[in-house]
């Protein structure tokens, strides 16, 4: 079993910055692939990164491509999304997610097996 708990959100400009922390609990979030998903009302929940359980492997959605890096401390149990040149479109409930299995780097929300609570994001124009 592993909790998830965001931090990190807020309100920001447009071409600003945040960095969201995703603390784990439990002794085997190494073993954890972990992903960070996004939503606004009325949409789907839609991925944005994820990162390997070993941290050598990242995979992006296009939309955030080359402005928004995960990576993960494993020593602390948490796991990052610094968000940089951030736009409206951006604005969100965002979403950490671990994955037991260490065979891929998961963009479905059906191949996550615990989620956080969500930290929201707003990026005024």
């Known amino acids: 079993q592993v909790q998830l708990v965001e931090s990190g959100g807020g309100l920001v400009q447009a071409g600003g910055s945040l960095r969201l922390s995703c603390a784990a609990s439990?002794?085997?979030?190494?073993?954890?692939?972990m992903g960070w998903f996004r939503q606004t009302p009325g949409k789907e929940r839609e991925f944005v990164a994820a990162?390997?359980?070993?941290?050598?492997?990242?995979y992006y959605a296009d939309s955030v491509k080359g402005r928004f890096t995960i990576s993960r401390d494993n020593a602390k149990n948490t796991v990052y999304l610094q968000m940089n040149s951030l736009k409206p479109e951006d604005t969100a409930v965002y979403y950490c997610?671990?994955?037991?299995?260490?065979?891929?780097?998961?963009?479905?929300?059906?191949?996550?097996?615990?989620w956080g609570q969500g930290t929201q994001v707003t990026v005024s124009s």
């Open positions: 997610a671990a994955d037991s299995s260490r065979l891929r780097i998961a963009k479905s929300v059906y191949e996550y097996d615990y």
């Open positions: 439990g002794r085997t979030f190494s073993s954890y692939a």
């Open positions: 990162i390997s359980w070993r941290g050598d492997m990242t």
